[in-house]
């Protein structure tokens, strides 16, 4: 599978998605994390009327996008709504469960996403899991935690059921577990193929267990997503 085609296919879901769903009505966007999503801060930062826009970030990278396309830069503490949000995913499943996490920025994207009234999805075509979830991001779900409750959320998830749980590496130029922008690890926790119907039930158990402070599922989050194909078509759920 070439680079080149899957960039292609980023930018095709990413720039429909902005051409389809930035209302003139709308000032307050929310703006995700990810490989993806730099192609949504170019086309947002190639809008005639860009001033007029306040761009909220999801992570250290977001707010890089942002100023880096000339976008106003807001605070998610500022306001109480946004009018549309714009995130990436690592698995997409017909219901629009998402799985989200890859680049450890979730429990910000899914503050965003939660104080959103349109949540946008853009992806490649490698996301799309149209039976459930746990085809592609064969890693399982990833989960932030608090850092000195890590041991203890291993046990648990273990006991949950997972195939396997392990805490995320930052590699090995910086030795150690990666730190979210939020100062927390991460454990991705492999719960092997989730049928659709049984996603929330596995979230709310995991966000029950002290330690966690948010999961990588977004469940009844997503109200569209643009999913760039291999021949140049876009498929919308
Ligand atoms: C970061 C995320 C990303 O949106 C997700 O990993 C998809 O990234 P990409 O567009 O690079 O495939 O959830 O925490």
């Not at 306040?54 to 976008?71: A, E, H, M, R, V």
């Not at 149209?130 to 608090?146: A, D, T």
């Amino acid at each position: 599978m070439s680079e080149e085609l899957i960039e292609k296919s980023k930018k095709l879901a990413a720039f429909a998605a902005v051409n389809e769903n930035v209302s003139k009505s709308d000032r307050i966007i929310g703006v995700g994390s990810g490989s993806t999503v730099v192609y949504v801060a170019e086309r947002l930062g190639q809008l005639e009327n860009k001033e007029k826009f306040i761009c909220i970030p999801t992570s250290f990278q977001s707010k890089q996008l942002i100023l880096d396309n000339g976008l106003r830069l807001g605070n998610v503490e500022e306001f109480d709504e946004i009018d549309v949000a714009f995130d990436g995913a690592d698995e997409i499943d017909t219901n629009l469960n998402l799985i989200k996490g890859g680049g450890a920025a979730l429990y910000q994207e899914k503050l965003v996403a939660s104080l959103s009234r349109k949540f946008v999805v853009v992806a490649d075509f490698r996301k799309q899991s149209p039976e459930r979830l746990g085809h592609f991001w064969r890693k399982g779900v990833p989960i932030e935690v608090v850092p000195n409750s890590y041991v203890k959320v291993l046990k648990d998830l273990f006991k949950l059921g997972a195939n396997s749980a392990t805490l995320r590496d930052a590699g090995k130029a910086k030795a150690g577990p990666v730190v979210t922008d939020n100062g927390n690890f991460v454990i991705d926790a492999d719960f092997g193929e989730i049928p659709l119907n049984k996603v929330k039930e596995l979230d709310e158990k995991l966000i029950r267990l002290v330690g966690v402070v948010e999961t990588g599922f977004f469940v009844d989050y997503a109200e569209k997503a643009y999913i760039g194909n291999e021949d140049g078509s876009i498929t919308s759920l």
